[in-house]
């Protein structure tokens, strides 16, 4: 049972460049999320998407893009990424995001960017 | 706006009692999750309350209470594995999770 995967684990990158941040769950839940998480503050929406077909945007959202073309996949894109987004990155996902539900949450990607 | 607010940090010695506080100001309230989060983990779900009083899960307990926009985790027979952050995030009107900065807890033998 695998749950949530991301990649990659960890990644540095130079100021200005694209990155894609992966993200695949095996669970057949409807809703995700992307969240960052810096130091001192708490988890923070980028980008949620509560069926597949359909994204919204969170408290966070420039930046950043998101594209949810299936239920499993969920990506995550830097157009051009700035020494600011520099974070620790997840994935979630929860059976529903209209409803309460617990979010189980994937490894994580901490990304540097220079 | 909304805001959760919680300790930064607490300490507490193995085989005691600790009691996490978490205060919230909130658009709307669908209920309050508990999340453990272990250094460089994902978080994991705890508990979940939605209705006032006391839910009990083993060595875990988590108390509401609405009116005061209040919540405490209780931890009991602390042991070392419990050293983690503890992260209490409010379900908005729109069920949307709205998190705290977490409370790292640092058990001393």
């Known amino acids: 049972i695998a749950g949530i995967t991301q990649a990659p684990t960890s990644q540095i990158l130079a100021a200005g460049r694209r990155m894609t941040l992966r993200c695949t769950q095996d669970?057949?839940?409807?809703?995700m999320y992307w969240y960052r998480q810096d130091l001192g503050l708490g988890l923070r929406l980028i980008h949620y998407?509560?069926?597949?077909?359909?994204?919204g945007k969170g408290e966070v959202p420039d930046g950043y893009s998101v594209s949810r073309a299936n239920t499993d996949d969920f990506p995550l894109t830097l157009a051009s990424a700035v020494p600011s987004q520099t974070s620790v990155y997840f994935c979630?996902?929860?059976?529903?995001?209209?409803?309460?539900?617990?979010?189980?949450f994937g490894p994580g990607t901490r990304l540097t960017v220079l | 706006g909304q805001n959760i607010d919680q300790p930064t940090e607490m300490t507490a010695t193995e085989g005691a009692i600790v009691q996490i506080n978490c205060t919230y100001q909130?658009?709307?309230?669908?209920?309050l999750f508990w999340y453990q989060q272990h250094a460089g983990e994902a978080p994991t779900f705890l508990s979940y309350?939605?209705l006032d009083g006391l839910e009990e899960k083993g060595r875990f307990s988590s108390f509401l209470s609405r009116s005061k926009g209040y919540s405490y985790l209780l931890l009991k027979e602390l042991q070392m594995k419990d050293s983690a952050s503890y992260l209490c995030?409010?379900?908005?009107?729109?069920?949307?999770?709205?998190w705290g900065a977490g409370t790292k807890l640092i058990i001393k033998p």
């Open positions: 979630a996902s929860s059976d529903s995001g209209t409803s309460m539900n617990e979010q189980f």
């Open positions: 669970m057949r839940h409807n809703a």
């Open positions: 998407s509560n069926t597949a077909g359909t994204t």
């Open positions: 909130t658009s709307g309230f669908n209920g």
């Open positions: 309350n939605v």
């Open positions: 995030a409010v379900t908005d009107s729109n069920y949307q999770l709205i």
